[in-house]
């Protein structure tokens, strides 16, 4: 067990819907990290928020955006869905948004757009 | 933007074998950490490397920071069908002033049976 918690673990939603998808990072992380797996493909980075701040963005689309709450919490919203949406969506977190950047992961949740 | 190169792209081995990858990158990184993803599951951290030179072992696994800072090589000895998934290596890219984590496209592992 990492330590991060992601929910919900599996989520169906139709073409043209929007999602929420939420992290709680580590006890301690200050960090929050979330990436896009598309089938058999790498790691994509999304976007990343340091301590409620947004601190990096990747390859995310304007359809798409996140969050940090005060207690740290995490919410990636993914909105106006498409087929090519369909992936597993991980959050990691970590101690510092630096060089100690040991993330964590969490299990992931399994997006299926139909 | 800065690339991190896994090879090979997937191993099939039998049960027993020794395994060897690498990840090289252009430039020089100052860390290097190497994760294993399971299938369905989230990347879980295997070595972290800190130091050029560096060889660190985790039981049968063991990675080097390599001497040119721009290559790591993780080494599974003896593998057994829990060896199993994709082995990505990531490090902080040392260009970006946030040190973002870099992430190879990953060595994807299969054991004959």
């Known amino acids: 067990d990492s330590g991060v918690t992601q929910t919900p673990k599996h989520l169906i939603t139709a073409t043209g819907q929007r999602v929420t998808l939420r992290c709680s990072p580590r006890?301690?992380?200050?960090?929050v990290y979330w990436y896009q797996q598309s089938l058999d493909q790498g790691l994509q980075f999304l976007i990343q928020?340091?301590?409620?701040?947004?601190?990096a963005k990747g390859n995310i689309l304007e359809r798409f955006s996140a969050q940090q709450f005060p207690d740290l919490h995490s919410e990636l919203n993914l909105s106006s869905l498409e087929l090519g949406d369909s992936a597993l969506y991980f959050c990691?977190?970590?101690?510092?948004?630096?060089?100690?950047?040991?993330?964590?992961f969490g299990q992931g949740t399994r997006l299926t757009v139909v | 933007g800065q690339q991190l190169n896994q090879s090979p792209q997937s191993m099939f081995i039998q049960e027993g074998e020794d395994v060897s990858m690498n990840c090289t990158s252009s430039?020089?990184?100052?860390?290097w950490l190497w994760y294993k993803q399971d299938p369905g599951e989230g990347p879980v951290l295997l070595i972290a490397?800190?130091?050029a030179g560096e060889l660190t072992s985790n039981g049968r696994l063991t990675a080097q920071f390599g001497i040119t800072r721009k290559d790591s090589f993780l080494n599974i000895s003896a593998s057994i069908p829990s060896d199993v998934g994709i082995y990505f290596c990531?490090?902080?890219?040392?260009?970006?002033?946030?040190?973002?984590?870099?992430w190879g496209a990953g060595t994807k592992l299969i054991i004959k049976p």
């Open positions: 990691a977190s970590s101690v510092g948004g630096g060089l100690d950047t040991e993330a964590f």
């Open positions: 006890s301690g992380d200050l960090s």
């Open positions: 928020y340091y301590n409620g701040e947004e601190r």
């Open positions: 430039s020089i990184f100052n860390t």
């Open positions: 490397l800190y130091k």
């Open positions: 990531a490090g902080p890219d040392p260009l970006d002033s946030n040190y973002q984590l870099i």
